[in-house]
């Protein structure tokens, strides 16, 4: 009788396995939930997503940014995402990989968006993320910035603030930082 049993669960476990989902391996709410969103963006004309570690990673990705108007206008950013399987109950982590001069992201590439932090709410998703990195450049926030140097450059005269982000676009130093080349 016992044997009757193991062999029945082992038959479950068999067609389990026939999903292409190793044995064992369920996805987190946090993997479901993300599938959703990437199946659902609708990223701007400006915006590509690759998956560097194959479409068997979905919790880690880029974004590659290239603004087609403003400040930053001709150059290309690199954003990596990771995901925590808690998604979305927490924000992605978002980096910027492209050295970039600008208020709200520092030169280590940490990125201050408030969606990010204080007004995540599980109702936001990766494309309100995306949409939120295109508008810091469209329009940068000189009033809650990480790169304090920029903020007040930007505040203060907004036509030097344009020549520094196109020196460190075109790669350069500004002030003892050099950036280089993303144009």
Request: charged residues 25%; glycine residues 6%.
């Amino acid at each position: 009788m016992i044997r009757l049993f193991k062999i029945k669960d082992q038959k479950k476990d068999e067609a389990g396995n026939a999903n292409a989902r190793p044995a064992g391996k369920k996805q987190s709410a946090g993997e479901l939930r993300l599938q959703k969103d990437i199946s659902e963006l609708n990223l701007p004309k400006t915006t590509t997503i690759s998956f560097p570690n194959g479409k068997d990673d979905l919790m880690n990705f880029e974004v590659v940014i290239r603004p087609d108007e403003g400040y930053y206008l001709g150059g290309t950013f690199v954003f990596s995402f990771h995901v925590a399987p808690s998604y979305p109950y927490e924000p992605p982590k978002v980096k910027c990989k492209t050295k970039v001069y600008h208020p709200n992201i520092d030169l280590e590439g940490n990125v201050c968006l408030n969606i990010l932090r204080e007004d995540w709410k599980p109702v936001l998703n990766i494309n309100t993320v995306i949409y939120g990195l295109n508008h810091l450049f469209m329009d940068p926030n000189d009033e809650d910035p990480l790169n304090h140097d920029a903020a007040a450059v930007l505040r203060s005269n907004a036509k030097i603030f344009e020549n520094n982000v196109r020196r460190a676009m075109a790669g350069g130093y500004v002030g003892q930082n050099y950036f280089p080349r993303c144009i």
